[in-house]
């Protein structure tokens, strides 16, 4: 039974009812759920800390998004996220947390998480381009609404950055097609 110091229900039986819940959950598997939580809470903090930053501004906020600023935020977010978890020009910023284990397209690799507690959960994130994205997307709609003109341009610069990506590939599959065909 718990105390009334702890409401109730004993610190004991708490950290009983989280063992049970993570080992039922993960059904033998390595799920880091704490690392998750942990991960959520910074989250949460991180678009706190944008929020209020708006607030002191007094920064209005649209009545909708436009959908040019839609489309540039969505393909900035795309290549930002990318540029960010597998280019291997950043690979110095992952490698506190992940391990190299091979080459994985043009410029890009493939990584793994170490499996250390917090670590392997932030490994985890930043070698996941969906997972960054939600972390990339909030900073550039946050950035649209303190520095609308700057945040603006860095996205235009990654949208032709994603344009130049798309352009790269293309050529090289049909400059492979033509030696192909030779």
């Known amino acids: 039974m718990g105390t009334a110091v702890d409401g109730g229900l004993g610190l004991g039986s708490l950290r009983g009812l989280v063992r049970r819940t993570q080992r039922r959950y993960s059904a033998g598997h390595d799920r880091p759920l704490g690392g998750y939580l942990a991960t959520m809470g910074a989250f949460g903090a991180y678009t706190a800390a944008w929020a209020t930053a708006v607030r002191l501004r007094h920064s209005s906020l649209p009545d909708r998004p436009q959908p040019w600023d839609v489309a540039l935020t969505a ?19 992952r490698a506190p947390f992940t391990q190299y284990v091979s080459p994985q397209g043009p410029a890009e690799l493939h990584e793994e998480a170490q499996h250390e507690g917090v670590k392997g959960t932030l490994g985890e994130l930043v070698t996941c381009p969906f997972c960054m994205s939600v972390w990339t997307v909030s900073t550039l709609t946050a950035g649209q609404l303190l520095y609308p003109r700057a945040t603006r341009m860095g996205m235009g610069a990654l949208a032709a950055l994603a344009g130049a990506d798309a352009l790269q590939l293309a ?12």
């Open 75 to 93: 393909v900035a977010t795309f290549r930002l996220s990318r540029l960010l978890s597998k280019a291997s020009v950043t690979s110095p910023l």
């Open 171 to 182: 050529y090289s599959l049909l400059a492979d097609k033509a030696t192909d065909d030779d």
